[in-house]
Structure formats: structure tokens, C-alpha cells
């Protein structure tokens, strides 16, 4: 039901794709990238980037992935993850930034981490750290998942590095650059937000806070009282009736409805609990041209159940 040539600015929402090279240095950022999206999709990317993938006996995602969801769960962040094979890290993301999402949901906004020579910090192992875990400790063949490049050679050089951001600005997407994360402290960053501690909010207080101020207007002077509200209403009459506005294009609220419960219920489904006894056919059908492909189109549309 959702249907992206329905989008309207109205209903706009940063919908992230967050480029991973390894989520033990980026703890930080992944949970900040998590507060930003709102409630718009956010994808966790990800590269294996090396061999050919003719040369590899296996895919090497696949063993990968549960980790990667074991991270989502560890991290407490409502994200998808998605990860890809490619020779090189900009060809991978060429793959990720198009088939990221399902539909209309598609990522708009791709974050990068910062291009620099700091030694990666391991968040799951520091002792200070609100991310540390053994979780992913002696789960791996060289004894721990995710494993730490060092001071080592990068997979990225600066050359491709800026080739990948322009690549993205020539895809139209929004893009962000994030730098010192791993300084970022969320509990001091809450310790000093100045808001009220009433959380009782709501509205049933709002209306009982209307009625009090209705009440005390006509206390302190009953006829300007009745003279701003027919003033006001008169005011929205008038401009309901001959604005613009009422023939401009405000777009379709249920499609905004409709993304927030396809997300939800897309985030509570775990590739982890699949049973074969509820096993179904989930097709992708390569099409060359669509015109001589229609017959196809249909019957596998048919038989997917």
C-alpha cells in the first residue's frame, strides 16, 4: 500500500543508511544515528569487501548476520541490517544505497564515519564503556566477532573515500559526515537538560488548562471575551473558505500511517525464529525488459502465495 509516487514534503523523514566498517569502534555513532532518524527507517551497512565473489565457497554474510543481529539487540536501536559482498567498498555501497529498504521505504540519508588516522577504540572491551559486553568474545574463528583492524591498512583509501561521497550526492541522497563519536556521552549530555520533571502530560491536562484559561477570560472581562472568540472564528472561516490553500496538493496522510505500522511490524520480525514450518516462497525475479516479460511477471506474482 505504500507507494512512493504518493510522497509528499509534508510527510518527509531522514531515513538513514548508516555505512558500518566495524560496529566495535562505533558504538557511539550507531546509537546517535538511532535518536536522528525519528521514527523513518534506518539501515546498518555494511561491506565485505576483498575477493571476487566467484572465488569464495560460500557466502561469507551469511554467518555473519545473526551477530549483526545480536548487535541490534545489544545496542537496543531499531535498525535493519543489511550486508553485501563486493571487490571493492564503493561498489558495495553502489549495491547498498539501491536495494537498501523495501519499496518506498528507502534510505535518503547516508552517514559516513570520518576519514582519519585514529587508532579504532573497542567499545565492547572497555571497562568504562556503557557498550562493553562479552557477548561477541570467542564466537569467531580467530576467538571474537568483529574483529579489530589495529593500526593497520585501511580497506578504504582517502582516493575512494571521496569518490564514495560523490557517488552518493550524484545518487540524490542527503549526505553526512560524522567525526569524534567516540567522545560522545550521552548520560552527561542528559544530566544537563533543563526540562521539566512533570511527565504527566497529556491531553487531558491540556484540556483542563483550556477550560481554566476560557474561564478566567470571562472572569476578568465577558465581552472582549466573546468578541476574540467570534473574532476567531470568523478568522478560520474566512480562511477556509477562500485560501489558497484548499486547492494545493497536501498529500496523503495514510501514507505516512501506513509507514510507521510497515516499520514496526518489519522491526518485529527476527530471521533468527523462522520455523520451516512457516517457510514461503519469497521471490526476486531478474527482468531484462518488462515487455517481453509480462506473462512472467504474473505468474510468479501468482505463485508466490
Same mark, same amino acid.
Given at each position: 500500500?505504500?507507494? !512512493?509516487?504518493?510522497?509528499?514534503?509534508?510527510?518527509?523523514?531522514?531515513?538513514? *543508511?548508516l555505512m558500518v566498517s566495524n560496529p566495535r569502534s562505533s558504538c557511539p555513532l550507531i546509537v546517535f544515528v538511532n535518536d536522528m532518524k525519528k521514527s523513518g527507517l534506518y539501515v546498518i551497512g555494511h561491506v565485505k569487501a576483498g575477493k571476487d565473489f566467484s572465488e569464495l565457497l560460500a557466502d561469507p554474510t551469511q554467518d555473519e548476520y545473526t551477530h549483526w543481529l545480536s548487535l541490534v539487540d545489544h545496542l537496543k536501536v531499531k535498525a535493519f541490517v543489511e550486508l553485501t559482498v563486493a571487490e571493492t567498498v564503493r561498489s558495495g *555501497?553502489?549495491?547498498?544505497?539501491?536495494? =537498501? %529498504?523495501?519499496?518506498?521505504?528507502?534510505?535518503?540519508?547516508?552517514? &559516513? %564515519?570520518?576519514? @582519519?588516522? @585514529?587508532?579504532?577504540?573497542?567499545? &565492547? *572491551? =572497555?571497562?568504562?564503556s556503557p557498550?562493553?559486553?562479552?557477548?561477541?568474545? %570467542?564466537? %569467531?574463528?580467530?576467538?571474537?566477532? &568483529? =574483529?579489530l583492524r589495529g593500526g593497520g591498512e585501511k580497506s578504504v !583509501?582517502?582516493?575512494?573515500?571521496?569518490?564514495?561521497? !560523490?557517488?552518493? +550526492? $550524484?545518487?540524490?541522497?542527503?549526505? /553526512?559526515? /560524522? $567525526?569524534?563519536? !567516540?567522545?560522545? @556521552?550521552?548520560?552527561a549530555i542528559k544530566s544537563n537538560v533543563y526540562r521539566p520533571s512533570f511527565k504527566y502530560f497529556s491531553w487531558h491536562t491540556a484540556l483542563i488548562g483550556l477550560v481554566g484559561t476560557l474561564i478566567m477570560m470571562f472572569v476578568i472581562n465577558p465581552i472582549y471575551s466573546l468578541c476574540s472568540i467570534v473574532l476567531c472564528v470568523l478568522l478560520i472561516?474566512? +480562511?477556509?473558505?477562500?485560501?489558497?490553500?484548499?486547492?494545493?496538493?497536501?498529500?496523503?496522510?495514510?501514507?505516512?500511517?501506513? &509507514?510507521?505500522?510497515?516499520?514496526?511490524?518489519?522491526?518485529?520480525?527476527?530471521?533468527r525464529k523462522d520455523h520451516v514450518k512457516f517457510w514461503r516462497p519469497q521471490m526476486l525475479l531478474m527482468v531484462s525488459n518488462p515487455r517481453s516479460s509480462c506473462p512472467l511477471i504474473v505468474f510468479v506474482n501468482d505463485m508466490k502465495k
Open positions: 500500500m505504500l507507494d !512512493s509516487r504518493k510522497d509528499h514534503v509534508k510527510f518527509w523523514r531522514p531515513q538513514m *543508511l *555501497l553502489h549495491h547498498l544505497v539501491r536495494i =537498501s %529498504g523495501m519499496g518506498a521505504m528507502k534510505p535518503n540519508t547516508i552517514v &559516513f %564515519g570520518f576519514y @582519519d588516522g @585514529d587508532i579504532p577504540q573497542d567499545f &565492547f *572491551l =572497555s571497562p568504562s557498550y562493553a559486553t562479552a557477548r561477541f568474545q %570467542g564466537e %569467531g574463528t580467530e576467538g571474537e566477532v &568483529f =574483529s !583509501s582517502p582516493q575512494e573515500y571521496v569518490h564514495m561521497m !560523490s557517488d552518493v +550526492l $550524484r545518487m540524490k541522497r542527503n549526505l /553526512c559526515l /560524522c $567525526r569524534h563519536f !567516540s567522545a560522545l @556521552d550521552k548520560q472561516l474566512l +480562511l477556509h473558505v477562500f485560501s489558497p490553500a484548499r486547492s494545493a496538493e497536501w498529500g496523503s496522510i495514510s501514507q505516512a500511517l501506513i &509507514f510507521h505500522q510497515v516499520r514496526k511490524y518489519l522491526l518485529m520480525l527476527d530471521s
